[in-house]
């Protein structure tokens, strides 16, 4: 059965272009060294098990496979060991294939740049190009680039759980084939880059690239602040050097007065996030917190060593400037032993004088000792000291680059790193406060009886009882400790308290007399956090404007927003609002969701920023965001970028430096296109969106149908999928369900998600589409679809994102998964069949393309180099899974193969959780 992709192209008409030859001999290189390492470490055996798999996967795709050969019965029965091996293979092979599409992106950057005739797609320059074109001069781009701010909020996710070790190996795996861009370089150095990465690759085979045991709040954490540490915290200085290079070539002179502001912001939510993961306390809000503190300061610490002993100038040969020499004076009776440990060659040296200092107050920071920096800017002061000092003393070309790197990195992190957001339950902070008011029908009472009476008790200052049940006592800790990390790593420490299943008005209230029970306010009773409704299913998106509109007639919410800026945040749920009503009305219910929030506030004064909750998948929201934001309906943007970073995601956006200089640009360019010239994207026509509200509306219909309302579907997703696999994983700190457990309802999207996509069904993100775009042309006629599908940006990119899915998915694969259902299986496969043949039929009718993906080569030859290489590891998914389950889930060792043919097709797939 195909897939689409088929009808047009057969592995040996993959081409590849003369830009992307060096991608096919890296592909090459890294797969015959995968080869070697298979035979090496494990024998010839499994090397022509593996070999046999590929080409058995291969024909299967083709049509051609031979009697007596096929896929399914060579990996059918193997010994765990072996199959374990096997995925193990493939694995690695997805690692290195992995690997060189991204030194190739790196390339292709690097190519760009080197051509000053030809300007990247998205890039710096192509935006800015853009913006002069429109009739934007320096001070406008002042103007712009004054209110924007691009914050990526990272959040932990149970199918990411790759160890920092391997993590790093990748790095510098990535660092050797870059090197060996070098023209220059001689065959042993070639050879012995070579063979520096067999020495990586060999060793990442020997390393249990996942943990073995439960991942905590705290493991979680290190491998999100990985990528902060390794690499955004190097990557931001050089993207606002960019930034600045740009705009002086596209604005010349008047680009050269520029003052850059911090554009850029990063957090997170482990350790923060008590809705997702039960083990999230207050005190893993003070410990997060206080381990990212411990990060930065130490890269800090580092740093200023570093530029110390680039800045050796002596007292005889520079000037230097007062202020920072009457700082040295103070600094050396406060750390008289620092002082004496400078050498005494060095004492003339006032720079390395002085950052010795600098750093011991760093570390007596970092010890809760005596004289620490209380404030950054404290910190700050101090650096910019060196700067100045450099600056009017001939010191521009000798460490002031490096200084005010420095000084970049330190505006962007601060002493807290990352930006913590907290999250709770809606349905947590009802009944604590129920109990906290002594009311038993607290629950049944009206949204505008509760909003009353909480006003009522923050007028009066009304206090808890002073006994608490251990769920009170614990949620009033919380704010306690919100309270503590502001004072302690300042006021940026801590970002929105985000409220899950927000229902009403009273939802957002409770947080603001929560916070004040916990302590949470100054004098006056003030309470500084901003708070932020998420709205996740399609009804609470429907509903979303009538409850911040009830929340901005409260008049004692409003003294509060003025005090925070009149700014509000609300929160967009990608990943519910799919599983709620699937891809197309989840869509739709967002971007009509975007347009009417903005109304709401724009006549009263506030700013909004809508934080956009995206996942890794398509049915998570997960497609590029650059497209997302220039996809958005005009004025919703307004210069500010909120947006969740999951996964896989946060490695293949975020892993390496020259691709998280890649996609920062991209993300800001979007921005500033968005917001500066929001209509920039053509056409938007009324009769469009009357049929879009009929695809939204029929696709929902149809998706509900099935999962919601046809007797049977829940027990058919539990046994066509591996989800009983997933919920056992021990690499994801979250339970894969939330509240009562009792069916799809209360399951998370990302299990929901993820074991659709393993059975390549891959349904959440397609199911449904289909019915509506027939339902439209049915009601609107073929000739105003076609012409919606040409010219409208909206459905372009819905439907782009529904194509890939469709690629990534295989239903001949789907239905051996099916089968594994028993007697559900005929009565549920016809009809998924149906509406997928139904779907992918009108895509490309609608389209002109006879197969899928045919806009976008790139992604449709990577998807094809990889199926031969997934495929096995899913045929043998559905045996180690029927067998498994035929042990009564006692059998261990099937148990573990079945754990690695997880990450394994994961990593094939990409963009799976």
């Known amino acids: 059965m195909g897939n689409g992709i088929e009808k047009k192209l057969r592995r040996q008409d993959i081409t590849f272009e003369d830009k992307d030859q060096a991608l096919r001999d890296d592909v090459r290189t890294l797969g015959a060294m995968v080869g070697e390492l298979i035979r090496e470490q494990s024998g010839e055996d499994l090397y022509e098990l593996v070999e046999k798999s590929r080409l058995r996967a291969i024909r299967r795709r083709e049509g051609n496979e031979k009697p007596g050969e096929n896929l399914a019965s060579l990996v059918e029965g193997l ?78 996710h149970p199918t990411e759980p790759t160890r920092r070790t391997i993590l790093r190996k990748e790095q510098n795996i990535v660092r050797h084939l870059v090197n060996l861009l070098n023209p220059t370089m001689t ?75 911090n554009l850029l912001r990063f957090a997170s939510w482990v ?157 947590v902070h009802r009944r604590v406060i129920a109990e906290c008011l002594g009311d038993d029908e607290w629950l049944e009472r009206s949204v505008k009886d509760r909003t009353e009476r909480l006003v009522e008790a923050m007028r009066s200052r009304e206090g808890p009882p002073m006994s608490l049940s251990t769920r009170a006592r614990k949620t009033i800790a919380v704010f306690q400790a919100i309270a503590f990390c502001r004072r302690k790593y300042g006021k940026n420490a801590i970002g929105p308290f985000i409220i899950s299943m ?111 909750g995206r996942g890794g998948t398509v049915s998570r929201g997960g497609s590029k965001t650059h497209t997302a934001v220039l996809g958005a309906p005009p004025g919703t943007v307004n210069g500010r970028l909120r947006v969740t970073e999951q996964g896989e995601i946060i490695n293949e956006k975020y892993g390496l430096r020259g691709i998280a200089l890649r996609t920062l640009e991209q993300t800001m360019g979007s921005v500033a296109l968005a917001t500066a010239m929001p209509t920039h994207r053509g056409n938007d026509m009324p009769e469009w969106h009357d049929m879009m509200n009929v695809i939204a509306q029929e696709s ?70 289909g019915s509506g775009l027939k339902k439209a042309a049915k009601q609107f006629g ?53 509406e997928h043949d139904l779907t992918r039929g009108l895509i490309l009718e609608y389209s002109d393309n006879e197969a899928l993906l045919e806009g976008d080569i790139t992604l449709q030859r990577a998807i094809m180099l990889r199926n031969p290489y997934v495929d096995p590891m899913s045929l043998l998914q559905v045996d180690l899974l029927s067998r498994w389950r035929d042990s009564e889930y006692k059998d261990d060792e099937l148990f573990t193969a079945l754990l690695a043919s997880i990450n394994g097709i994961a990593q094939g797939l990409q963009n799976t959780g």
């Open 271 to 427: 350790g923060g996030d008590m809705d997702g993961n039960p083990n999230v306390s207050a005190k893993t809000i003070r410990d997060s917190l206080a381990r990212q503190r411990a990060l930065i300061l130490d890269l800090y610490y580092k740093e200023c060593g570093k530029i110390a002993e680039k800045l050796s100038q002596s007292d005889d040969r520079a000037t230097f400037g007062q202020g920072m020499l009457d700082k040295i004076e103070e600094y050396r009776g406060i750390f008289q032993n620092a002082y004496h440990a400078v050498p005494a060659r060095h004492r003339d040296m006032p720079y390395r004088v002085f950052l010795r200092l600098v750093q011991q107050r760093l570390q007596s920071t970092y010890d809760d000792d005596i004289y620490p920096y209380e404030k950054v800017s404290q910190f700050i002061a101090d650096i910019e000291l060196v700067s100045e000092s450099l600056s009017f003393n001939k010191g521009r070309h000798a460490g002031l680059f490096a200084v005010n790197r420095l000084l970049r990195r330190i505006r962007t992190f601060g002493f807290h790193l990352v930006t913590l957001d907290v999250r709770q339950d809606a349905d």
């Open 782 to 834: 073929e000739g105003p679809l076609r012409e919606m599908f040409t010219e409208w940006y909206f459905l372009r990119s819905l439907t782009a994102d529904a194509e890939m899915v469709l690629a990534k998915g295989d239903l001949g694969i789907a239905e051996l998964y099916s089968e594994l259902s028993g007697d559900l299986h005929e009565k549920f496969f016809p009809i998924i069949k149906k």
């Open 79 to 156: 010994k765990p060991d072996m199959a374990l091996q096997l995925i193990r293979s493939f694995s690695t092979y997805f690692q290195m294939v992995n690997t060189a599409e991204k030194v190739h992106r790196i390339r292709r950057r690097r190519e760009y740049l080197r051509n000053a005739d030809q300007d990247q797609p998205g890039g710096l320059e192509e935006t800015l190009l853009k913006l002069k074109a429109s009739g934007m001069d320096a001070d406008s781009l002042q103007a712009l680039l004054d209110r924007m701010l691009i914050e990526p909020v990272f959040t932990a």
């Open 502 to 612: 927000t229902q009403g008005a009273d939802d957002i209230l409770s947080v603001l007399l929560l916070a004040q029970w916990g302590e949470l306010h100054n004098r006056r009773g003030d309470v500084p956090l901003d708070v932020a409704p998420l709205l996740e299913t399609v009804d609470d998106l429907h509903s979303g404007p009538e409850i911040l509109e009830a929340l901005l007639s409260t008049e004692l919410y409003r003294e509060h927003l003025e005090r925070r800026g009149n700014r509000q945040t609300v929160m967009i749920g990608y990943s519910d609002s799919n599983k709620d009503g699937g891809l197309a009305a989840a869509r739709w219910a967002l971007q009509n969701a975007q347009e009417t929030l903005v109304n709401v506030v724009e006549s009263q004064g506030i700013e909004l920023t809508l934080f956009h």
């Open 700 to 769: 929902r219909r149809a998706y509900r149908k099935l999962v919601y309302k046809t007797p049977g579907f829940y027990d058919y997703f539990r046994t066509a999928t591996p989800i009983d696999v997933i919920e056992r994983m021990r690499i994801g700190s979250r339970p894969s369900a939330r509240r009562s457990q009792s069916g799809i309802e209360d399951l998370r999207a990302i299990p929901w998600v993820f074991s659709w996509a393993q059975s390549r069904f891959v349904l959440p993100g397609w199911y449904g589409l």
């Open 187 to 261: 065959p042993q150095e070639t050879e012995s880059a070579l063979e520096n990465i067999r020495l990586l690759v060999t060793t990442g085979w020997q390393t249990d690239e996942h943990p073995s045991e439960q991942m905590t709040v705290a493991d979680e954490l290190e491998h999100v602040l990985f990528f902060v540490t390794d690499v955004l915290y190097r990557a931001v200085a050089p993207f606002y050097e960019d930034i600045r290079a740009a705009v002086v070539r596209i604005f010349g002179e008047d680009g050269k007065n520029l003052e850059l502001p």
